[in-house]
């Protein structure tokens, strides 16, 4: 089944602590991209990926890290998490092959609750 | 890079078609519209896309004008389970693929 993966899909954690949250998908997609979801602001870009080792800033990168090493794994990394990093999660792939980058396929969903 | 304005919120009842607009005056010349469906708690899914006039497929039609200003996504005769947040975007090319989803329409099926 064609499907992008995110873990842990819940995740309560303490500022400061490191983090990673995994993101996969199966579909041997170039494109990938992070998004967080918060009450009223809609989805906001965080990182993007066109491809392997190929990264970008979204409209809100501060405080993430990603990497691409692997075509098919994006995780976003919080290195030192703060509580106005509590939202919700999404990642994303797609393929300009399959019509262009803008249908995406999302990942369930992280919640992230930073105390 | 190319930003969306939509209605926050819209109301309806089973059976009626609805219509949310979009608003995208700065849209580039080759961008993309598309439209995407969330149900509380998950991801996004993708409804529609187009490039200019009309396309449908078998949940939604799209219309676009020709000066590519607005878009309308249609969908006929909506259900409960229609109930969710639309999100109206534009694809910003020349950015190579940074994406604004912004607010989305949150509609309201009613019984």
Redesign the interface.
């Known amino acids: 089944e064609a499907q ?1 993966t995110q873990n842990p899909r819940y995740l309560i954690t303490v500022t400061g602590k490191k983090l990673t949250v995994t993101c996969s998908q199966n579909m041997n997609h170039e ?1 990938m ?1 992070w ?1 967080r979801q918060d009450p ?6 965080i990182y ?1 990926s ?1 491809n392997v080792e190929v990264t ?1 800033k ?2 809100v990168p501060e405080g993430y890290k990603v990497s691409r090493k692997e075509k098919r794994n994006f995780p976003l990394i919080l290195e030192s998490p703060s509580p106005n990093q509590t939202s ?1 999660y ?1 990642c ?1 792939s797609s393929s300009p092959w399959e ?11 992280t ?1 992230l609750t930073v105390l | 890079l190319a930003k969306t304005t939509q209605p926050i919120s819209m109301d309806s009842y089973e059976g009626q078609e609805v219509n949310i607009t979009c608003s995208h005056n700065n849209i580039a010349t080759n961008d993309y519209i598309t439209w995407y469906q969330q149900f509380p708690s998950q991801g996004p899914r993708f409804i529609i896309q187009g490039y200019k006039t009309k396309v449908t497929n078998e949940v939604a039609s799209l219309f676009i004008p020709a000066d590519r200003k607005s878009s309308t996504l249609s969908l006929p005769r909506v259900s409960l389970s229609d109930t969710a947040v639309y999100y109206c975007l534009v694809g910003d090319r020349g950015n190579f693929n940074k994406f604004y989803f912004g607010s989305g329409t949150k509609l309201n099926v009613k019984p």
């Open positions: 992008v494109y991209s998004y009223g602001l809609g989805l906001r870009q993007y066109m970008d979204g409209d919700l999404f994303a019509g262009s980058t803008d249908t995406q396929y999302f990942g369930p969903g919640r």
